[in-house]
């Protein structure tokens, strides 16, 4: 499950995503960056501030008022939907294409990529094949109309604009006139671009929460399925939001973005508990085999998912089955684990149980668990219903 894909072609056999270039252009960001690595008056801030509310209210009380400068900074907010995602693939596909670009400050994003790299190893730059841009430059020519109504959900951001600026840079270059971006500067042609891009690759997309808003609309016009589209993270993750506070997800890009993913302030609590950076914190949540058992499960429904019908069907059999724990654990506080008092007696045990019997030893009672979801990834997934690891 670990082998690195070299090409594009061998995405599809690999646990991979597609992140697209303004996701990576966020986590590249040299406050953002330094957010990440712990070492920005932001983060310092954080901190201070968990400090003094834990100390003064306890966890909750801090846990709750933290969280709350996370959703209301935009930034923030944005790079820790993506290291969600990262947590919950093996591999970030980013396309060199785009790197290889003569945009003015070229130079600059290269060095914060290798700097990115250096915490991030299992972000992979691969070229996407030039056939694949120029289908997806046909299919997105072919529908405009279809796309048109959708183009003013997000012409209003700040983010978009910076957006636009950069993709309109890039495609007045040489390298990348023909094909690259589907010859396009359009927020919502883009959004399809890259929604199409990783269809050809059978992989996942890992977009911004506000591009993954308007590509939910767009599912229809390009002709693929929520699950396979957006990911089965994705999926689970909307379920647990839905389930623990939101009846239903609202339908503004600005309504969307103010939600946090239970793993990411799972992921920023437990940085703040520990006195380590958040990317520190990703790798530690990262290797743990409950996420590793996370990540393999993800990969075989996607796989699935796009298999025969028989396989689709029992795909989706496993995302009800864990819909339905996830609901069990937003009102179950012992996240399935179930407790049975017992009574051991110590003259009882085993081949020692005569050195109790002459110490005089008696009795120890003791709550002994049951685990009813013993399977790894279960685990993991319940673990974003308890994010404090105390």
């Known amino acids: 499950?670990?082998?690195?894909?070299?090409?594009?072609?061998?995405?599809?056999?690999?646990?991979?995503?597609?992140?697209?270039?303004?996701?990576?252009?966020?986590?590249?960001?040299?406050?953002?960056?330094?957010?990440l690595d712990g070492t920005s008056p932001v983060y310092e801030s954080y901190r201070k501030a968990w400090i003094k509310l834990n100390s003064k209210g306890g966890p909750e009380l801090a846990t709750s008022v933290i969280l709350g400068y996370a959703r209301e900074n935009e930034?923030?907010?944005?790079?820790?939907?993506?290291?969600?995602?990262?947590?919950?693939?093996?591999?970030?596909?980013?396309?060199?294409?785009?790197?290889?670009?003569?945009?003015?400050?070229?130079?600059?994003?290269?060095?914060?990529?290798?700097?990115?790299?250096d915490r991030l190893p299992f972000l992979i730059p691969i070229?996407?094949?030039?056939?694949?841009?120029?289908?997806?430059?046909?299919?997105?020519?072919?529908?405009?109309?279809?796309?048109?109504?959708?183009?003013?959900?997000?012409?209003?951001?700040?983010f978009d604009a910076a957006d636009k600026n950069f993709h309109d840079g890039l495609h007045r270059t040489d390298r990348t006139r023909l094909y690259c971006f589907a010859d396009s500067g359009d927020v919502a042609e883009r959004a399809v671009f890259y929604g199409l891009v990783a269809s050809a690759a059978q992989v996942p997309l890992i977009v911004s929460?506000?591009?993954?808003?308007?590509?939910?609309?767009?599912?229809?016009?390009?002709?693929q399925s929520h699950p396979v589209l957006f990911g089965i993270h994705t999926n689970l993750v909307t379920t647990a939001l839905a389930t623990v506070g939101a009846n239903e997800l609202p339908d503004t890009p600005g309504a969307v973005?103010?939600?946090?993913?239970?793993?990411?302030?799972?992921?920023?609590?437990?940085?703040?508990?520990?006195?380590?950076?958040?990317?520190?914190?990703?790798?530690?949540?990262?290797?743990?085999?409950?996420a590793v058992a996370y990540r393999t499960l993800v990969f075989k429904l996607e796989q699935a998912l796009r298999g025969s019908l028989a396989s689709q069907v029992q795909a989706q059999r496993v995302l009800k089955d864990l819909h339905g724990h996830i609901e069990n654990w937003a009102i179950d506080p012992d996240l399935g684990v179930k407790y049975v008092r017992r009574t051991l007696k110590f003259d009882k045990?085993?081949?020692?149980?005569?050195?109790?019997?002459?110490?005089g030893a008696g009795e120890w009672k003791f709550k002994d668990p049951i685990l009813t979801k013993p399977d790894a990834h279960l685990r993991f997934i319940s673990g974003w219903f308890r994010p404090l690891d105390l």
């Open 1 to 35: 499950m670990n082998t690195i894909p070299r090409n594009f072609a061998e995405l599809p056999s690999t646990p991979s995503a597609v992140m697209d270039f303004s996701s990576l252009r966020l986590l590249l960001d040299r406050d953002i960056f330094a957010f």
């Open 75 to 117: 930034q923030v907010r944005a790079a820790l939907s993506l290291l969600d995602r990262i947590v919950c693939h093996e591999h970030l596909v980013i396309d060199s294409v785009t790197l290889e670009a003569e945009f003015h400050n070229r130079r600059v994003v290269l060095q914060h990529l290798e700097n990115l790299r």
């Open 209 to 223: 929460q506000n591009k993954e808003f308007l590509l939910k609309k767009l599912a229809r016009v390009i002709y």
């Open 349 to 359: 045990l085993p081949l020692v149980g005569w050195v109790f019997e002459l110490l």
């Open 257 to 290: 973005a103010i939600q946090l993913p239970p793993l990411a302030e799972s992921i920023l609590i437990s940085a703040l508990v520990h006195h380590e950076s958040l990317y520190t914190e990703l790798h530690r949540v990262r290797v743990k085999p409950e």
């Open 127 to 158: 070229s996407v094949p030039s056939p694949v841009y120029e289908a997806a430059a046909n299919v997105i020519r072919t529908r405009r109309e279809a796309i048109s109504p959708f183009r003013h959900d997000l012409t209003h951001t700040d």
